[in-house]
């Protein structure tokens, strides 16, 4: 009898700890931030317009629902009682009236601090020592996510630093999803899933195809860390900045889904062509970002730059992706065995980009041709259901 309750009890723990520390982020967060797309130059207006588009282009019903507002909002000083003050210039209504702005569209606001003594940008202080009064302050404005860089750190212990700003947020009261930016300098995602809800596994992404498949080679490393509750991140979204073509973003796009990766779009909305709006709007492969599974996809096998990636879905499904990094169109085969089910499993395909059922159905293996620098995205359904 005892040995039942002791299992129930470890049972639970487990159960606790694999939903994440507190309580969000089930999937992987959706949304938009600025600073792909304005590193510099971010007010208040864009922030309003970036939140009109998101409900006016119909993103906010597929799941885009945080406007997260990147460095340089705050003035480089405190006030006389130490308290973060929104740069009076480019925030004159303060960050509490946007943040009733963007909630008054059925939005959430995010916000960015660092845990150093100033910010990447140098123009705002960091949370260093103001854990507590930052935390509470970002509560009393409404803020539902923040993300935590790691400039001018002074070298004090990175996971201590991480720990006291996730203590923090909890005990505001608030629920505060928490993004740490570390950027995979000390394996955040061997102690992240205990105290936030992403962490970043890289630096910073590029708008540029090598930088944006280098990026997801070191995310697929810490596959196994990922998890409902607790996501490793990448780095946002380029799709629709302009430095890659339309085959290059579709990859992107399709490769973070798989990966669980946060899909924070980094474009700007208000004036997307119609190229990115097919891209970012495609909710079947949304859908499998959003997987209740929540089971990282990765690199399950490479032939020179012809890869396949994969990963389970909830019942009973598979998703993989046929990825060409090579200079010229060619054959790519997926198979059952590098993916995951047994060689003599039958499955319907769906094609994810084509929005169609493949005719015949798929035994040990499926293969396509791929263009250069392009992918193909399917879910794979076992023929029976
Ligand atoms: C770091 C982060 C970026 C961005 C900038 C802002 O580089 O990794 O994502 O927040 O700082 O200055």
Redesign the pocket.
């Known amino acids: 009898m005892k040995t039942i309750w002791v299992f129930l009890f470890a049972l639970l723990c487990y159960q606790a700890e694999s939903a994440g520390f507190n309580g969000l982020g089930q999937t992987p967060q959706m949304g938009w931030?600025n600073?792909n797309h304005f590193?510099v130059g971010i007010h208040e207006q864009i922030i309003r317009e970036t939140a009109d588009a998101i409900i006016t282009t119909g993103l906010s019903k597929l799941g885009y629902v945080y406007v997260n507002i990147?460095?340089?909002w705050a003035n480089l000083d405190r006030d006389s009682q130490g308290n973060l003050v929104a740069n009076s210039t480019t925030f004159p209504s303060g960050i509490k009236a946007l943040a009733d702005y963007v909630h008054s569209k059925g939005l959430k606001i995010g916000i960015?601090s660092?845990a150093g003594n100033q910010?990447?940008?140098k123009t705002q202080p960091g949370s260093l020592g103001y854990e507590e009064q930052d935390a509470n302050i970002f509560a009393s404005w409404g803020i539902d996510y923040l993300?935590y860089?790691?400039?001018h750190n002074e070298g004090v212990d990175t996971k201590q630093r991480y720990t006291k700003m996730s203590k923090a947020l909890n005990k505001t009261g608030r629920s505060i999803f928490y993004s740490l930016?570390e950027?995979g300098q000390e394996d955040p995602a061997t102690w992240g899933p205990k105290i936030a809800n992403s962490w970043?596994t890289t630096?910073?992404i590029h708008d540029d195809w090598h930088r944006m498949t280098s990026t997801a080679d070191k995310n697929d490393k810490w596959a196994s860390y990922a998890g409902p509750g607790g996501w490793n991140d990448p780095?946002?979204l380029e799709v629709g900045n302009g430095k890659m073509s339309t085959e290059e973003y579709r990859s992107h796009f399709s490769i973070w889904a798989l990966m669980k990766a946060p899909l924070l779009l980094g474009c700007d909305i208000r004036s997307m062509s119609p190229e990115t709006v097919e891209i970012i709007t495609n909710e079947e492969v949304i859908q499998v970002n959003q997987d209740s599974l929540g089971v990282q996809g990765k690199k399950v096998s490479k032939k020179g730059k012809l890869e396949v990636w994969a990963g389970p879905l909830s019942n009973k499904r598979y998703t993989f992706i046929l990825w060409n990094r090579s200079p010229e169109s060619a054959s790519i085969t997926a198979k059952w065995k590098d993916i995951g089910p047994s060689d003599d499993s039958v499955f319907k395909a769906r094609d994810l980009w084509n929005h169609s059922d493949l005719q015949d159905t798929f035994q040990g293996s499926l293969t396509s041709t791929v263009d250069s620098h392009a992918c193909k995205m399917y879910i794979l359904t076992p023929s029976s259901s």
């Open positions: 931030n600073f590193p990147d460095d340089r960015y660092d910010t990447c940008a993300k860089d790691n400039c930016c950027w970043r630096g910073d780095d946002m």
